[in-house]
């Protein structure tokens, strides 16, 4: 068989790259298209031969591509002769609504029109008619075969042959040959002479361009082809005007001030300083190819740096200084050379931002008929939006080409109206700072600011929470008020201990405001004295007893403490202090007895006095004091109600400790609705099994827990006993969507809140009820949700101006949960509880809370992370929390934190943790999966390289605080042992310690384990404990206390407590054992017993 041969020229380069774009597609996204009005007495027969003459003239018109066997690149092939169509639509009858609407149907219907590159069929035309004096011509090409520019010079072109034929005359000179111009393009590129062109467009680097994503772009694309889709939009002609007289102020083109513009407005988006947008530049430099058909534009990689402080004016003239001077290079720019030089460039289909400025205000007029272009479609890059400004006379149109995979029609929409609001702000403002200039508009700003805001109630009535306590029990004095394992109180119970105690402390001295510290472990006398102390009129301090002594000291000295609660158990452990102790379960033995219920404390309701005073760490190492007044906690409590619907007398379990407002979403919802509360203990709120052995004796309704908190306890084969039965509420931490999903496999009719906010805003401002039923999510986690009763919310910048649905800012809180402020800290109460400007009232105050969000489009709040987690590596400022969102998106990670580690000084580095799901910890093969490679792969793609952590380590869990909280400090700790073991090797001696060996290492995932490793520094933490412990229990049928591993923490130690054990079981665990044996029974078969025992019932 005849090789097939092929007579043809080099593809140009922008062939080539438009070439190595369309092989990836499976439509023809890349095609031009303009609608050309024709206003006149109409020849179609001229028009016809006008433009059967232009494609005789034009060898690029007439132009195929076919590959040569074992050629991946096509050559350009000319035909002797290509006879194009004129298709014709007749709509004169229609209203010219309808005449609009249908035209503009036909048009899009030609932009999906596929193309068969091996004929030389790649040019249609179609002519509408719309009256006598009236026509549309159509006009759609390849965009292998023509750019923007060849439209405009395409309808001058048709214009005269269409004015010459009716007159008789012969078209002019021979035109310039698309074919001759890309040969002189290659040759060019290929020439030494011209290798300074070409070194300034080789200092560009793929791996640096910014990976930019705009808001709310889809971040899984389901469909791989590009989409493009456009949407018009008219400047007003005032704006326009404007524009003009700025740009001829400045000396500078119109083209370079809406670029300007495009770029600001990207910048404001994305935060990204370094902002390169494609500049398209239409390739006709010289005066010979000014009137040149083909396609000669290119995107033209424009890079700029912004910052806030720039003034409009001065990114002007930086635009105008960098668009001259990459057109001054534009000839020698090459993406096939730039791809082909750049080891990174794998994967690169083109810039995500382009713009592009297109003249068409020329109309062209024969004898009686005018050719205007009224419409057109250029798209010759992917992209994910283009910016396509169109001149027209004096008019300007935006058209926004985008990516439709990527956005929606109304993401669009939005980008558009806050690119026409900068635009009329930069140029009525030129000289204002870019991070000033408005881009949203009156409308989007009141729903930022008012609609989302609407949360105003009646308050709740002139009663503080232990007045509402009080009600409750003359309700329901008999209902079970609070459990703690074996000891339970009734509603009349609690009461009259609460009174006794707020007697004892009024007798001494406590009053409105008064500060009385409670420091008791977690127990029913620490409800006792939270009350109490709230009839008393003064306000609690809760200090967990764990704590340094140095800082319960610090805190008792900075809040000025005259009393402090506690039990007597604790007394040796209390730091030396001036305050006068309590014992609160002391004072109760000696006086229950007494007519304790007759004894009422005097009646405190003041809204606006002290409820509580709660310490949280401070950024200059010194804790500060959040006061929370009634009023916040009334507020909250009536909202937090509402949220959940619950019914009276529900069952409520705190899991967490009493030092921090974790646990009020529990406490103070089930002691003003009947409710029970249920005070769980540390230990067993740490061990998945004796936590559900609990809430399977007392089944909870409603459980508020901290994300990782629950996630460990899930990993337990008793996970659907842990969760409760009505109502689940998480908070203190970002929610995965993964977690989500776990939970409702596991309790499928419990309703799930996540629950944001900051001590100072006293518990809770914002919740979100998840819907299971909404399987795609806007959020990469669970969203914050919208604002409670009486509550603002505002996400801004860093100008206190709200941003845009989507943008990142920092979010700030008003409303009637706000803290009167800082303990004794003036200077910073008035740094982080700032004058609200958005209302008149001048006592009103915004919260700072250094809490990076956004607003979704539904007008719920995503959590992003931390404005102050920052670290500076190699002067670079680097936000961790960005580097953790971007490690959960890989599909095997379920947790991540990244710290900064600096082992030796001056050297600094980045530390992962992950914690791969679920199903991959369970099986050690499956864990060696996730490569370390693979994470870095993931970052290089979307961070940049000074973002990439130094180390990563795999862990099975993350350490908690005594809050449940992520503890950073253990993981920063625990990185030193965990990457660099010092420890020599010792072997396990016996056959305990080889199981023991055995379940450290499946715990803590290593190969082996010395027996005189350290549990914790090996990576160990609380919750990894508890499997241990849970995991002995399995093997040695004993019961060991989690704190013997603290106490224990090498195989060695712990193998001589368990070998005591085995060989002489507690008193505690025989009972244990006997107890379990009982609960097996029937009430039948135990009264058999008990009878055949001789025990009277």
């Given at each position: 068989m005849p090789t097939k041969k092929i007579e043809g020229f080099r593809l140009s380069p922008q062939q080539k790259h438009l070439w190595r774009l369309q092989e990836v597609e499976q439509g023809h996204p890349y095609r031009v298209q303009c609608g050309v009005t024709i206003e006149g007495n109409l020849n179609k027969e001229q028009l016809k031969i006008a433009l059967e003459n232009i494609v005789c003239r034009h060898e690029i018109l007439r132009t195929a591509f076919q590959c040569l066997p074992g050629m991946t690149i096509p050559l350009q092939v000319i035909a002797e002769t290509c006879q194009i169509s004129l298709s014709e639509y007749d709509l004169s009858e229609l209203h010219p609504e309808q005449q609009e609407i249908q035209t503009d149907a036909l048009f899009q219907t030609l932009i999906q029109q596929p193309f068969n590159f091996e004929k030389c069929s790649l040019f249609d035309a179609s002519l509408v008619r719309l009256s006598s004096q009236k026509h549309q011509l159509l006009l759609s090409l390849s965009a292998m075969n023509a750019d923007g520019t060849t439209l405009k010079n395409l309808v001058r072109e048709i214009s005269c042959l269409y004015s010459t034929g009716l007159q008789g005359e012969q078209a002019g000179d021979e035109p310039m040959q698309y074919a001759d111009i890309a040969e002189w393009q290659n040759e060019l590129l290929e020439s030494e002479e011209t290798h300074i062109g070409k070194e300034y467009w080789q200092k560009l680097t793929i791996a640096d361009f910014p990976k930019i994503n705009l808001p709310f772009e889809e971040k899984v694309l389901k469909n791989p082809d590009f989409q493009p889709q456009s949407l018009r939009v008219k400047i007003n002609q005032n704006s326009t005007q404007k524009i003009k007289l700025l740009s001829q102020k400045y000396e500078t083109e119109v083209s370079q001030l809406l670029l300007a513009s495009w770029q600001i407005l990207i910048w404001r988006l994305t935060r990204e300083t370094n902002i390169i947008v494609g500049l398209a530049s239409d390739g006709r430099k010289y005066e010979e190819l000014e009137t040149a058909l083909g396609p000669l534009c290119q995107c033209l990689p424009l890079q700029n740096h912004l910052a806030a402080d720039l003034k409009f004016c001065e990114v002007l003239q930086q635009v105008e200084r960098l668009a001259n001077e990459v057109y001054n290079w534009q000839e020698y720019f090459s993406w096939e050379t730039l791809l082909d030089s750049n080891e990174n460039a794998q994967g690169f289909s083109g810039l995500p931002f382009c713009f592009e400025l297109i003249d068409i205000s020329n109309k062209y007029e024969t004898n009686s008929v005018s050719f205007l272009i009224e419409q057109q479609y250029a798209c010759t890059e992917r992209f994910k939006v283009k910016l396509s400004c169109i001149y027209q006379e004096d008019s300007l149109v935006a058209q926004f080409y985008y990516d439709s995979r990527l956005f929606s029609l109304e993401d669009i929409e939005r980008l558009s109206k806050h690119f026409e609001t900068l635009l009329e702000s930069a140029i009525n403002n030129p000289e204002?700072?870019?991070?000033?200039?408005?881009?949203?508009?009156?409308?989007?700003?009141?729903?930022?600011?008012?609609?989302?805001?609407?949360?105003?109630?009646?308050?709740?009535?002139?009663?503080?929470?232990?007045?509402f306590f009080e009600e409750q029990t003359e309700r329901t004095p008999n209902n079970i008020a609070v459990v703690y394992e074996n000891q339970k109180l009734t509603y009349a119970e609690l009461n009259a201990r609460a009174n006794l105690l707020a007697h004892h402390l009024q007798e001494l001295g406590v009053d409105s405001d008064v500060i009385v510290g409670i420091c008791v472990e977690r127990s029913i006398e620490m409800i006792v004295g939270m009350l109490g102390v709230l009839k008393a009129g003064g306000a609690y301090l809760p200090i967990e007893p764990t704590m340094p002594a140095e800082r319960i000291a610090l805190m008792l000295e900075d809040a000025q403490v005259p009393v402090l609660l506690t039990q007597e158990n604790l007394l040796q452990t209390l730091p030396i202090h001036s305050a006068q102790i309590v014992c609160i379960d002391r004072i109760v033995a000696d006086k229950v007895t007494e007519n304790a219920?007759?004894?009422?404390?005097?009646?405190?309701?003041?809204?606006?006095?002290?409820?509580?005073?709660?310490?949280?760490?401070?950024?200059?190492?010194?804790?500060?004091?959040?006061?929370?007044?009634?009023?916040?906690?009334?507020?909250?409590?009536?909202?937090?109600?509402?949220?959940?619907?619950?019914?009276?007398?529900?069952?409520?379990?705190?899991?967490?400790?009493?030092?921090?407002?974790?646990?009020?979403?529990?406490?103070?919802?089930?002691?003003?609705?009947?409710?029970?509360?249920?005070?769980?203990?540390?230990?067993?709120?740490?061990?998945?099994?004796?936590?559900?052995?609990?809430?399977?004796?007392?089944?909870?309704?409603?459980?508020?827990?901290?994300?990782?908190?629950?996630?460990?306890?899930?990993?337990?084969?008793?996970?659907?006993?842990?969760?409760?039965?009505?109502?689940?509420?998480?908070?203190?931490?970002a929610v995965s969507w993964n977690l989500m999903e776990k939970v409702h496999k596991y309790a499928p009719n419990c309703l799930i809140f996540n629950h944001y906010g900051p001590t100072e805003a006293t518990v809770g401002v914002l919740t979100y009820q998840v819907d299971f039923e909404k399987l795609q999510h806007d959020s990469e986690t669970v969203p914050l949700g919208r604002p409670i009763a009486n509550t603002q919310i505002y996400i801004l910048d860093s100008y206190q101006q709200p941003v845009p649905l989507g943008v990142a800012g920092e979010l700030y809180i008003d409303g009637d949960n706000l803290a009167r402020g800082y303990l004794n800290r003036p200077e910073l109460t008035a740094e982080k509880f700032i004058t609200n400007p958005f209302k008149p009232q001048p006592d009103a105050r915004l919260y700072k809370t250094g809490d990076l969000a956004r607003y979704l489009p539904d007008g719920n709040i995503e959590f992003l992370g931390r404005i102050d987690s920052q670290v500076k590596i190699r002067g670079f400022r680097i936000e961790l929390g960005e580097i953790e969102a971007t490690l959960r998106q890989h599909p095997d990670v379920d947790q991540a934190v990244v710290i900064d580690w600096e082992d030796v000084p001056g050297d600094k580095r980045l530390v992962a943790y992950v914690v791969p799901k679920e199903e991959l910890i369970a099986s050690k093969s499956n864990l060696q999966n996730l490569k370390l490679s693979d994470l870095r792969n993931l970052l290089q793609e979307k961070l940049p390289a000074y973002m990439m952590p130094a180390a990563f380590v795999i862990l099975k869990n993350l350490p908690l605080t005594a809050n449940g909280k992520i503890d950073r400090q253990k993981l920063s700790a625990a990185d030193k042992t965990c990457l660099f073991s010092t420890e020599t090797f010792v072997a396990p001696r016996t056959p305990l310690e080889e199981k023991l060996a055995d379940i450290w290492a499946e715990v803590l995932h290593l190969e082996k384990v010395s027996i005189y490793d350290n549990f914790f520094e090996l990576g160990g933490h609380s919750l990894l404990a508890t499997q241990v412990i849970s995991r002995l229990r399995q093997a040695f049928q004993i019961e060991l206390p989690l704190t013997h591993l603290f106490e224990f923490p090498t195989i060695a130690d712990l193998a001589g407590i368990i070998s005591e054990r085995i060989e002489r079981p507690s008193e505690d665990e025989a009972f244990a054992q006997m107890l379990?044996?009982?609960?097996?029974?029937?009430?039948?078969?135990?009264?058999?017993?008990l009878a055949k025992e001789g025990v009277n019932k």
């Open positions: 204002t700072a870019i991070g000033q200039l408005d881009i949203l508009s009156e409308s989007a700003r009141y729903q930022l600011l008012v609609q989302f805001n609407s949360t105003q109630t009646n308050s709740p009535e002139n009663k503080c929470i232990h007045n219920g007759l004894l009422q404390s005097k009646k405190h309701n003041n809204l606006t006095a002290l409820a509580y005073v709660i310490y949280t760490s401070g950024s200059t190492g010194t804790p500060k004091g959040v006061a929370i007044e009634h009023r916040n906690l009334s507020n909250y409590l009536h909202s937090i109600l509402e949220r959940l619907k619950l019914p009276a007398g529900a069952s409520f379990a705190t899991v967490s400790t009493f030092a921090a407002d974790l646990g009020n979403t529990a406490i103070f919802p089930a002691l003003c609705t009947g409710g029970c509360l249920h005070i769980i203990s540390q230990e067993r709120a740490t061990d998945p099994e004796a936590l559900a052995e609990y809430f399977r004796r007392q089944p909870i309704d409603c459980l508020k827990i901290v994300p990782s908190h629950l996630a460990a306890l899930l990993t337990s084969s008793e996970a659907a006993a842990i969760l409760p039965r009505q109502r689940l509420i998480l908070g203190g931490e379990a044996e009982l609960e097996q029974l029937s009430e039948e078969e135990v009264q058999q017993i």
